[in-house]
């Protein structure tokens, strides 16, 4: 396989008024950025997860707006504004669970909304410049992540990790990695265990990769190992991203995180989930209410292009868990680390 490179490598580029997505769905085999150039495009590549992860999906979503806004500026305000409202509940279809997705677009509407600019000219420049302002502060937020985190991880320590919450997830740093980043940049030395996460890979294809090229000592298994590696003492904490926080601080996160975290109780190991404010959804009231995103059973069926299990099998392919509060330790985020009880410690942080 000739590997694409890491270095410098971004999930999305916003240059000289065109976007740009990393195809993540080719990784780590192939670095290939593709131009977006409708807002049917970004649709299909957030479903399809070329673009993937809970903070780059709402960054995509709202330069998915100015691609879609961009032939209609000679709208007056009010056509532009139901245009705008039109395209931003098309975009937030693509995907249901990460909340990023849907908080970033109806931030780009009620920034509009909210605004005196009365052409389709000015709402579409206010347009552009919030979703500037989304992706300037992605990289900001992580790296607070980071720096509230990074006193967690210590020398010697073995960190576990689950899907990718890394750099390809976000504008820079990552989420779950952020705390890994700045921790390997201080020059502790530690060691990650990255589930690979079936059936997607999100794992093995993209943090193994993103860390092994950062120099990071990262080591991949199979899901079904983390229990054995868990029982050999080799890990001393377990760090995951989010794709929504409820009020009561029960998490949702790719499919295994709760069995991740189920075996972590067991064997008495502590369990942080990394969001940026944007993950935290104060408006769900539980985990029970978030809508869990149901793929293609084709991704169960198939390893790669090739079937591994019988034609015409019944098949369930849930994308996500929901991870109780009970089993997390704490929160981390852009305004500290967030501990139980919740409910109250959600609210005082992210409430007004
Ligand atoms: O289906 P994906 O690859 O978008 O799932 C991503 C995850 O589950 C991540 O852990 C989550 O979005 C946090 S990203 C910082």
Not at 34 to 58: F, M, N, T
Not at 67 to 72: E, F, L, Q
Not at 87 to 115: C, G
Not at 343 to 352: D, I, P, R, V, W
Request: proline share 3%; charged share 20%.
């Amino acid at each position: 396989m000739n590997q694409g490179k890491a270095e410098g490598v971004k999930s999305i580029t916003w240059r000289d008024e065109r976007l740009f997505f990393l195809d993540q769905t080719l990784l780590p085999g192939e670095v290939k950025i593709e131009e977006q150039r409708s807002v049917e495009q970004v649709w299909d590549a957030i479903k399809q997860l070329k673009v993937r992860g809970a903070p780059a999906i709402g960054v995509a979503g709202a330069y998915g707006l100015v691609v879609a806004m961009r032939g209609k500026i000679s709208l007056d305000r009010g056509d532009f504004i139901q245009e705008l409202e039109k395209q931003a509940e098309y975009l937030d279809s693509s995907r249901p669970t990460a909340v990023n997705l849907h908080w970033a677009l109806t931030r780009v509407v009620d920034t509009l909304k909210a605004s005196n600019a009365r052409s389709g000219d000015e709402l579409f420049n206010l347009l552009k410049q919030t979703a500037e302002g989304i992706h300037a502060e992605d990289v900001e937020l992580c790296r607070s992540i980071g720096e509230h985190g990074v006193s967690l991880i210590r020398e010697g320590m073995g960190v576990l990790t689950h899907c990718n919450a890394g750099r390809l997830a976000t504008s820079d740093y990552g989420t779950a990695t952020a705390p890994m980043y700045l921790a390997h940049e201080r020059g502790i030395g530690f060691r990650v265990y990255s589930d690979e996460s079936r059936p997607l890979l999100q794992g093995s294809r993209l943090t193994a990769w993103e860390l092994q090229q950062a120099g990071v000592d990262v080591t991949t298994i199979t899901d079904n190992m983390a229990a054995f590696v868990m029982q050999q003492g080799l890990v001393d904490m377990v760090i995951v991203g989010t794709d929504r926080v409820a009020a009561n601080g029960d998490v949702a996160n790719k499919i295994g995180t709760l069995g991740v975290a189920i075996m972590a109780q067991y064997f008495r190991i502590p369990v942080y989930v990394a969001c940026p404010a944007s993950t935290v959804d104060l408006s769900t009231a539980t985990g029970a209410q978030i809508v869990i995103e149901e793929r293609e059973a084709e991704e169960v069926t198939h390893f790669g292009l090739r079937r591994t299990a019988p034609e015409g099998i019944q098949v369930r392919n849930p994308a996500f868990d929901i991870t109780p509060h009970e089993l997390i330790t704490g929160i981390i985020t852009d305004r500290g680390i967030i501990t139980p009880p919740f409910a109250e410690s959600l609210k005082a942080a992210f409430s007004g």
